[in-house]
């Protein structure tokens, strides 16, 4: 090969690469995992990490941005990060006693192996609040909760629906809040917050 056909043959690769590159790029696609939860502009480049978990196959971020909470994972491809889900909670909630500031229901089978996770973060401002209880079946958990603290509660699985039914309980045990829609049967997201639970 020629010395011309050589570096011609060099700036084609080159071409290819910063093109496939320059996609991937306005794709979302970034060298970290932050900045790629980052590229949703849903999060923004404002967002502050208050939680995340590092999985086998990926990281979870659980941000406050200047819009409200929000969850996002992303996945690792080669060298880079890509952001395939964000969750948003409803602002109008922000002053609720008891707040879901992460939700995640996640699963993926395009990969070599499944990825899977559920998870709930809630936030609490009422001091009666002593309990989160979760879940289905044996993966139900009950865990303590602190006043203004975040509580991540996470299962390595994906569960159907609103199974996870989540209550918010007194430390003698008294349920005090639940989290649901506002009517039953009637999936309005705008309406998913933590209610009293009445006729304690």
Do not use: H
Request: glycine share 6%.
């Amino acid at each position: 090969m020629t010395k011309t056909k050589a570096v011609i043959l060099l700036i084609i690769i080159l071409c290819i690469v910063g093109g496939y590159s320059c996609i991937s790029l306005i794709d979302g696609w970034r060298f970290t995992a932050i900045a790629a939860a980052n590229a949703q502009s849903s999060v923004g480049m404002d967002a502050v990490v208050f939680d995340q978990l590092d999985l086998p196959w990926g990281k979870v971020f659980l941000l406050d941005t200047p819009n409200g909470e929000r969850t996002a994972v992303v996945r690792k491809k080669g060298p880079l990060w890509f952001c395939n889900l964000v969750t948003t909670f409803n602002p109008a909630n922000a002053s609720d006693p008891v707040r879901t500031v992460g939700w995640l229901n996640y699963q993926y089978s395009g990969g070599t192996s499944p990825e899977s996770i559920a998870l709930i973060d809630v936030i609490t401002s009422d001091p009666q609040v002593a309990w989160i209880e979760v879940g289905e079946g044996t993966d139900r958990v009950k865990k303590q909760i602190e006043p203004n603290k975040p509580l991540l509660v996470w299962w390595p699985k994906a569960f159907i629906g609103s199974s996870l039914k989540p209550i918010a309980l007194s430390s003698e045990d008294k349920p005090l809040y639940e989290y649901r829609f506002a009517q039953e049967n009637v999936t309005d997201t705008t309406t998913l917050k933590w209610y009293p639970i009445k006729n304690n």
